[in-house]
């Protein structure tokens, strides 16, 4: 995907390939401890909240990665999110641009 893809100067695809795999490592294993929790907008957008470590990843395209891969940790973080909030995660208010830079705390679309 292209927002894996983009490098700093200097920096060669295999380096941002490992950067952006061990950011979707740590947030995984954040995703399963609850030190990083999906926030669900109104329309269904989606934030990670208190996610530090990102390495240049917006919240859509680790949504889009993870989903990608099938991640259990994520599906277990979203149930949570959707039971807590009651609003379930829409795909395509994530792929419109709906998001936070906050944490889920105020959202936009840029």
Not at 3 to 12: E, V
Not at 16 to 38: M, N, P, W
Request: aromatic share 4%; glycine share 8%.
């Amino acid at each position: 995907m292209a927002c894996d893809t983009m490098t700093r100067p200097n920096q060669t695809i295999q380096e941002r390939a490992s950067e952006v795999e061990t950011a979707l490592r740590k947030l995984k294993a954040d995703l399963l401890t609850g030190r990083v929790q999906v926030k669900i907008a109104a329309n269904g957008a989606i934030a990670f909240a208190a996610w530090g470590e990102r390495s240049g990843l917006t919240d859509a395209c680790a949504y889009r990665l993870l989903t990608f891969q099938n991640s259990g940790e994520l599906r277990s973080a979203i149930a949570r999110a959707e039971s807590a909030s009651g609003r379930r995660v829409n795909p395509r208010a994530v792929a419109a641009g709906h998001h936070s830079h906050d944490g889920g705390k105020t959202w936009d679309k840029h």
